[in-house]
């Protein structure tokens, strides 16, 4: 599977806001899940936000009520909606697509970084 390609990164004042997006190829049919990761300095890699196929979310603990995980099957992307965010939500974020055949690919991520 082609590699998904994430963009909207970049630096933030904290209190600021941001949108990652997400773009897949293939088919959406294809395409069990889609989420973000991200992964700070000296940090495992956690689980921001998922999406299934059917559109059921799930949050990390340290990002409910502030992070939106949405889709566009037709642009078969999805994006990450950041608000008020924090200097320890700096971290580099990775989509992730899970495919129906059990099957994972990661895009190359986008670094965001949380300073005043």
């Known amino acids: 599977q082609v590699q998904p390609v994430e963009s909207g990164g970049g630096l933030v004042q904290p209190g600021g806001s941001l949108r990652l997006s997400c773009a897949a190829s293939?088919?959406?049919?294809?395409?069990?899940?889609m989420a973000w990761y991200r992964q700070a300095p000296g940090k495992q890699r956690e689980l921001v936000a998922s999406i299934t196929s059917s559109g059921s979310t799930n949050y990390g603990d340290s990002v409910k009520g502030r992070f939106t995980i949405s889709r566009d099957n037709a642009k078969i992307t999805v994006y990450l909606q950041m608000n008020s965010l924090k200097p320890e939500d700096t971290a580099v974020y990775y989509c992730n697509v899970r495919w129906s055949t059990g099957g994972t690919t990661w895009g190359q991520g986008t670094q965001v970084t949380v300073s005043s």
């Open positions: 293939g088919r959406i049919f294809s395409i069990a899940a």
